[in-house]
């Protein structure tokens, strides 16, 4: 006898074709599936609760015989950054109270405006594929789908489904399904960029009308509307017409110096994460030049952007290498995170939903 | 169908399938040998191929990778197709032994796991997921085979009772456990 017979074949066959049914189904998203996916959590919460008490003494050892080492040490290293930032955080603590008061005076949004919930950290996720942690807190606590997720030091990622009353998960921003929209901001504020022109000499001859012989002819530029410093010209000289009956006029060279004030965001793109143990990048980018280029070093914030599911101004990273790529493509900027990924205890969860949303909800609600 | 659900290999897998799933999402998510999470499920997968033979190990494998998709959240069907193949081959290459020891199942077990991780990221990759491919996979495999190569003296037993199987010795018995009935 065969080993495959022809029915075995057929049935792993078509095992195999279910499973990319479901596949095909789940990726379109599909409410029965969905329902299917609520109803086993709801099934396997008391095993799990059950495996969570019957394994915590083997994970408690386990945390001890694996982490005490780094532990310790990780303790010493951050007294001395405590010890060396205690100056330096009075001083920003001043200066993000300062520009609160700023964004409040000037009716602008500030992440501080946003609630939110502050999470523990209660394990990671249960592939090594996937960049995802699990936290203590869900739907119970107003917690969705896309809202953004930080820590003191910056953006940690999004909560992504499926999100439960009790626990949600987050999908770190090293993920390589993650994206956001980011603005970059230059660590030092450019040195305005002055250019300077030299205007060459004109010569007008005028008709012995208008003019009078032996009178000059002044023109005169208001820089102050463009921002544009002309420089003093040399005299006009009117020359002796030779012809009586014509006037020539002559105006020297004249050098001007324009100074233009580059805003401080250099340019929008779109960040996104390469998988774990490389570091995310930033695409879209159009380089300007003009406007200084990229450099290593420019911070990355959270543009906020109509669609963005994370407010505006989340700092996310620091530019470490500026890939030049072909012109259509754009440049690609690596960054590196301001969150260390690998020790996040506590998490907190921005209940923000875009305006697009928001949007949505409202014309769903009329 | 009902006497043949209660009889068949089914709510056996199910029930064991849900108790490892819940470890999977708790003792193993930070039982992280050089960082990477251990994949039981997939190993008794594998360890069921190696005691049923292959079309008993995909079958398994279908069975706890739709679980494990439904409990960990990752796209349904992604880890029926990587489960299914670890079972299917832990079982295939059974087939070149004709008396089988402990160990040479517990080998099984490990090539089947590995064969299973290795889908992995094809199948995310064939899902339009980028970056998958990464250098850490040179790490990842060997630790999920040989995690699954510690635990089947534990789950080849298990993969066999799941499955029905009464073979003497363990030897693979691809009559008994036929999927297509």
Known sequence: ?366 | MFASLIQGPLLRLFSVGLVLVALQRTLFTDLRPFGVAVQIVLGLAAAAGAAAGSPGGALAGFVLGLMYDLGVGTPLGSSAITMGLGGFVAGYITLITVERHWWLSALFTGLGAAAGELLVPVVRAFIGEEHVFTPRLFTIVPVVAVAAMVVSPLFVPLGRWCMRVRGAAGIPSLERVDVAE
């Open chain 1, 1 to 366: 006898m065969g080993i495959y017979t022809p029915g075995r074949r057929r049935a792993i066959a078509l095992l195999l074709l279910t499973s990319i049914l479901l596949l095909t189904l789940d990726l379109r998203g599909n409410q029965i599936l969905d329902a299917a996916r609520n109803g086993f959590d709801k099934i396997i919460q008391p095993f799990e609760t059950a495996a969570e008490v019957v394994s915590r003494p083997v994970q408690n050892a386990w945390r001890g015989i694996n982490d005490y080492e780094r532990l310790d040490e990780e303790v010493q290293r951050l007294q001395e950054q405590v010890d060396a930032q205690t100056a330096d955080l009075v001083t920003a603590q001043a200066v993000i109270i300062e520009n609160q008061q700023l964004l409040a005076l000037n009716d602008l949004d500030a992440l501080s405006d946003y609630p939110t919930v502050i999470a523990t950290v209660v394990g990671q996720g249960p592939t090594n594929i996937d960049q995802i942690i699990e936290i203590n807190k869900g739907s119970n606590d107003g917690i969705q789908v896309g809202m953004a997720v930080l820590t003191t030091a910056g953006l940690v990622g999004k909560v992504t489904a499926p999100v439960e009353p009790d626990r949600a998960r987050i999908m770190l921003l090293t993920d390589s399904r993650y994206s956001v929209d980011v603005k970059l901001v230059p660590a030092a504020p450019p040195p305005p960029t002055t250019t300077s022109t030299t205007l060459p000499a004109t010569t007008t001859t005028l008709s012995p009308a208008p003019a009078v012989p032996g009178e000059t002819t002044t023109t005169t530029d208001d820089p102050s509307d463009t921002g544009t410093t002309i420089a003093e010209p040399a005299p006009e000289t009117t020359t002796p017409p030779a012809d009586p009956a014509t006037t020539t006029t002559t105006v020297p060279e004249v050098a001007t110096t324009t100074t233009i004030n580059i805003d401080l965001v250099r340019e929008t793109g779109g960040f996104a994460g390469q998988g774990e143990g490389e570091l995310p990048a930033v695409f879209y980018l159009d380089n300007t030049p003009s406007l200084g280029g990229f450099a290593v070093d420019d911070l990355v914030f959270t543009s906020g952007s109509q669609d963005s599911l994370a407010p505006a101004n989340i700092p996310v990273g620091r530019v470490v290498n500026v890939i030049e790529r072909t012109t259509s493509e754009g440049p690609l900027l690596e960054i590196e995170p301001f969150v260390n990924l690998d020790s996040l205890y506590f998490v907190r969860v921005v209940l923000y939903q875009p305006g697009a949303e928001d949007d949505a909800e409202t014309e769903a609600g009329d």
